[in-house]
């Protein structure tokens, strides 16, 4: 019995959907992470001769960054889980005004699903007695433990992962010579973002190929069209 459990758990480990909630926000944070700073850092080198006001203003977009991108996931999740509440609401105070409509429903979705419709009843009416609400909340609004939404985890998985991304360029514009920065800012960022394109893509069990084609295609586009805006000003920053 315990090597049939033992073989069940293998079986079901590489199936990665419980990693998609915290995954999304720290690859959307390191990513924008690695971008943010390293634009912001490219835009800068290309309008300065000297060191200082490129580190202050990388600085000071790996600060605001990562608490902007905490705050916004937190709000942003949070107001999907306020709408996740309020359906849980409406769906308790619908089960007790019209429990047999909403077992009709029930049975209708298990039907649509490939079900007899005499199977699909009986189901709705198990699942009912067992525990109505949760069946109600997992097949009707689509609602389950791994989709429902957490704000905190992911603040924290985003604000955390900005900053990891963002201190990479921000570390070469301490130590490399300031006059290729643009391009060791590029190239570095560019290795960054192979490397955040990988691991995703390994943790969530998709195409490292794809994945790191997409993340540098867009980082490339991000970063040149900064750098084209700090050389078209040609503004001397210092």
Known sequence: MVEKKDELDDYLAPHYINRSNWLRAAVLGANDGILSTASIAIGVAAASDMREPVIL??????????????????????????????DIEREQQELTDMPEIELQR????????????????????????????GAHIR????????????PIQAAFASGAAFTVGGLLPFLVTLFLPLKSMEYSLYGFALFFLII???????????????????ITFWGTVAMGLTALVGYLFNVNVG
Do not use: F, P
């Open 57 to 86: 203003a990388t600085l000071a977009g790996l600060v605001a960054g990562a608490l902007s991108m905490a705050a916004g996931e937190y709000v942003s999740v949070s107001s999907q889980t306020d709408v996740e509440k309020a």
């Open 139 to 150: 097949d009707e609004l689509g609602i389950n433990e791994i989709s429902q939404a957490k």
């Open 196 to 214: 955040l394109g990988a691991l995703a893509a390994k943790t969530g069990g998709s195409s490292i190929g794809k994945a790191i084609i997409r």
């Open 106 to 133: 029930l049975a209708e979705i298990y039907e649509n699903r490939g079900l007899k419709k005499e199977t699909a009843l009986t189901v709705a009416k198990e699942l009912t007695e067992h525990d109505a609400l």
